[in-house]
């Protein structure tokens, strides 16, 4: 089955011509830069192989190279899927077992490992990395960045929303794709920066070198003066039944395939978390052209912003607070899930189960930072600044700010007289990083004449960009808080709103309409931002307009269909709607509801196969008895059940270990962590040794 994308609303879809390779002896296509995960999924396989120990599916989870889920045997060599970049001709087989090792009849060539020595090492390309990059680099100061991609940008270059905060500070009302483009370019204006792609940090050692993986052959130790760390953060996994299906996988694998690989990742997906991550996954699945079926969140409010949830609701997905996951269901990949409604101590009540078809779960509870090389800096005496989610988890936008802001203070302690660290830029980046305010009731402009803005967002967050857009200077937000909602002051100022439309188009939730009394004044023109293809809907189409919160509101007639210039991707529709729904119009249903109908019956999983070590297939259970049994050591519990000893390195098993504590009643300070892994991740010996590979292509 046939999974690429072939249309986007927001991205271009460029490809090259195609080539086949094998899997498993099935010949399939692929793409210049694609990577194997991405051919394989495109091409409708999800399992790439089977674990050794229990014959478990496995399949793509983290698609980062940060664990061995996706690994299979490419050419006789083992390769982590989602890392590998796939090329004409090649022989791709399952994971079954190790392969043999190859006959060695001569020496093997070796080379002397390079030392560099460099004022500042950034680890990290994402904002905060290239932007702190950029102050050192406007100011002379030579520095090495390095980042694991192939390109710069982290994950600026899967966020094709426009950002949040200052449209003068951070790029507010631009795509994160398109911000990720300008730093690059200014990044690589720098004479004095130096860039390493596909290049990843492995350790930070006792005598201050850090040692890089160089281009996935070369093995260079670095030795910085400085070092920063904003190598961002991971994201946390859960405890289910089924949480290892092939088809559960966290929102940053989800995206890399729909809005890197642009692979159609799933045809019916459910969300688990209502941060701003699972939210946002959730409309580029959309955009995508793939069912979203529902999303749950434990607590009674979703925790991301209001504009992200309602935006998510008026296209019509169902979302459930006060509910978790109990289980993802099918034989060997996604079929269906199952959710419930949870008690005040979040647990499932029995009788509320609900299940619904799906082929993909989407986990995104929350992130952690990836700060192992920073605090392995601190406890060797290495002067180190950490930035963006690496110091703090916060919005892309905060980590921007937090990256020009650690350059700065990097550049001063190198002797930098022209890098004092603004007042006014520690005052933003607090509030880039602030938690959504308070949420302030709505109520429809008394105006029933003319043609005015209508604003749908009702909770204080850092955001501005319709201030700055308006001809008439007629939005105002307080200069002094960019968190407050905005006021259209016409009436007050005796001003008329002109109708361009600016504001609805630069919006970056989606919550502004203009309504227009001018032609009929009982049945207005409302214009409403629509982020999905031109063509799919119609002048002549009825569409059903819903309200902030996604409640129907009536059938109306689309007028028009138009795209402003500048509009950068974001189509208009004019719909005449009666006045008296005229102004509480948020937006079109775009979502059938049959879409996210339940089964008939509710679906319970019997395997208790709650895993906690993915790499080992430790269940939970396990865990559980060691700790009921008085252990409170996690190197104990590695050393007995082997949670721990796979390719991740306990990246993602340690939170969870550390979760099986808490739910045992386990106070934190009784608990010893884990001795961590010397490597970031897994390298081959001979890249130590500094044994020269022959690189294909």
């Known amino acids: 089955m046939a999974m690429r994308i072939e249309a986007h609303p927001i991205l271009p879809v460029e490809r090259g011509e195609p080539f086949t390779f094998t899997f498993a002896g099935q010949t399939m296509q692929g793409y210049p830069g694609e990577t194997i995960a991405a051919a394989l999924y495109a091409g409708g396989v999800r399992i790439f192989g089977h674990h050794p120990k229990d014959g478990a599916p496995q399949g793509i989870f983290c698609a980062n190279g940060q664990c061995a889920q996706c690994l299979v045997i490419a050419d006789g060599k083992p390769v982590k899927a989602c890392m590998t970049l796939v090329r004409p001709g090649m022989r791709v087989e399952p994971m079954g077992g190790l392969p043999a090792l190859p006959k060695v009849d001569a020496p093997l060539p070796m080379r002397e490992i390079a030392t560099i020595a460099v004022p500042v090492l950034i680890i990290g390309g994402g904002p905060a990395g290239m932007s702190a990059a950029i102050e050192l680099g406007k100011r002379g100061i030579r520095t090495l960045l390095v980042d694991d991609k192939h390109r710069l940008g982290g994950k600026l270059v899967l966020q094709t929303h426009r950002f949040f905060g200052s449209i003068d500070a951070v790029y507010a009302g631009t795509r994160g794709i398109d911000i990720a483009e300008r730093l690059d370019r200014e990044v690589r204006a720098c004479p004095s920066v130096e860039v390493w792609l596909n290049s990843t940090a492995l350790a930070v050692f006792s005598d201050r070198v850090v040692g890089v993986l160089r281009e996935g052959h070369e093995y260079v130790l670095v030795v910085p003066d400085v070092l920063l760390v904003a190598a961002g953060a991971r994201e946390r996994s859960l405890v289910f039944k089924g949480n290892t299906l092939p088809g559960v996988y966290g929102a940053g694998a989800f995206q890399t395939l729909v809005n890197r690989d642009l692979v159609r990742a799933a045809e019916r997906l459910f969300i688990v978390g209502g941060g701003n991550v699972g939210l946002i996954a959730g409309y580029h699945a959309l955009q995508a052209g793939i069912e979203v079926v529902g999303l749950c969140e434990a607590l009674p409010e979703c925790g991301g912003y209001k504009v992200h949830r309602d935006k998510l609701a008026r296209l019509g997905v169902p979302i459930y607070t006060s509910h978790t996951i109990v289980s993802a269901n099918g034989r060997d990949h996604v079929e269906s899930v199952t959710v419930a409604r949870v008690d005040e101590a979040f647990r499932p009540i029995p009788g509320t189960e609900r299940s619904f078809a799906c082929d993909t779960v989407l986990v995104a509870v929350g992130l952690d930072p990836v700060d192992e090389f920073y605090r392995k800096a601190l406890e060797f005496g290495m002067p180190a600044f950490a930035a963006g989610d690496a110091a703090e988890i916060a919005e892309a936008s905060a980590a921007i700010f937090s990256g020009k802001i650690a350059g700065l203070r990097i550049a001063r302690a190198l002797g930098a007289e022209d890098a004092e660290v603004p007042t006014e830029w520690v005052r933003m980046a607090e509030v880039l990083k602030s938690r959504p305010g308070k949420r302030i009731p709505l109520t429809p402009p008394p105006q029933e004449d003319g043609v005015f803005p209508v604003f749908h967002c009702a909770e204080e967050i850092p955001c501005n960009p319709c201030t700055s857009v308006c001809p008439q200077g007629l939005i105002h937000i307080d200069p002094g808080d960019i968190r407050k909602v905005p006021q259209f002051l016409g009436p007050k100022l005796g001003k008329a709103c002109i109708g361009c439309e600016r504001c609805v188009v630069i919006c970056p939730g989606l919550a502004i309409t203009i309504v227009d009394f001018r032609k009929d004044p009982e049945m207005p023109t409302v214009t409403i931002p629509f982020e999905f293809a031109q063509d799919r809907v119609r002048v002549g189409d009825v569409v059903t307009v819903v309200d902030v919160g996604g409640a129907a509101l009536g059938e109306v007639e689309v007028a028009e269909v138009r ?34 109908e339940p089964l008939p019956e509710a679906i ?91 690189r294909d292509g």
């Open 563 to 596: 795209a402003i210039p500048h509009n950068d991707r974001t189509v208009l529709l004019k719909v005449r709607a009666p006045k008296a729904i005229a102004k509480g119009i948020a937006g079109v249903r775009v979502q059938v509801p049959r879409a996210a």
């Open 604 to 694: 319970g999983r019997l395997p208790d196969d709650q895993i906690v070590c993915r790499c080992e297939r430790v269940t939970a259970g396990e865990v559980r008895e060691l700790i009921r049994n008085g252990c409170r050591d996690m190197n104990e519990i590695k050393a007995i059940t082997r949670a721990g000893m796979g390719a991740c390195g306990g990246k993602t098993c340690g939170a969870l270990i550390k979760r099986c504590f808490r739910e045992e009643g386990v106070p934190e300070e009784e608990v010893t962590d884990y001795v961590p892994r010397p490597l970031f991740i897994e390298v081959p010996l001979g890249v130590f040794a500094g044994v020269r590979q022959e």
